[in-house]
Nanobody, 122 residues
Framework: VQLQASGGGLVQAGDSLRLSCAASGRFFSSYAMGWFRQAPGKEREFVGR???????YYADSVKGRFTISRDNARNTVYLQMNSLKSEDTATYYCAVGARPYTGWDPWEYRYWGQGTLVTVSS
């Protein structure tokens, strides 16, 4: 299983950005997908996830600003980020859940992408 995250870059506070994560394999539609992020000097933190049925769950810090969606035909999950803040600066990782339904714990995710850097300037 391989995950390829893309779409990161340098933006200004208040801007929007959409990250993509393309997955290999035919399993994609059967499992949850998650997004995590890690800022320099900080631990990896949960951003949000989308279950196999399309239900979503977000961290409080991004709720109302970020939206996760998935396109099973393209084996791709997206993270739409609006109203970006400087504290959103981090490397963002996508991950495949170990089950169709997952939560916020990184241990619930089996495969991880390489990450894409998002830098928000204030």
């Amino acid at each position: 299983v391989q995950l390829q995250a893309s779409g990161g870059g340098l933006v200004q506070a208040g801007d929007s950005l959409r990250l993509s994560c393309a997955a290999s394999g035919r399993f994609f539609s059967s499992y949850a997908m998650g997004w995590f992020r890690q800022a320099p000097g900080k631990e990896r933190e949960f951003v949000g996830r989308i279950n196999w049925d399309g239900s979503t769950y977000y961290a409080d810090s991004v709720k109302g600003r970020f939206t996760i969606s998935r396109d099973n035909a393209r084996n791709t999950v997206y993270l739409q980020m609006n109203s970006l803040k400087s504290e959103d600066t981090a490397t963002y990782y996508c991950a495949v859940g170990a089950r169709p339904y997952t939560g916020w714990d990184p241990w619930e995710y089996r495969y991880w992408g390489q990450g894409t850097l998002v830098t928000v300037s204030s």
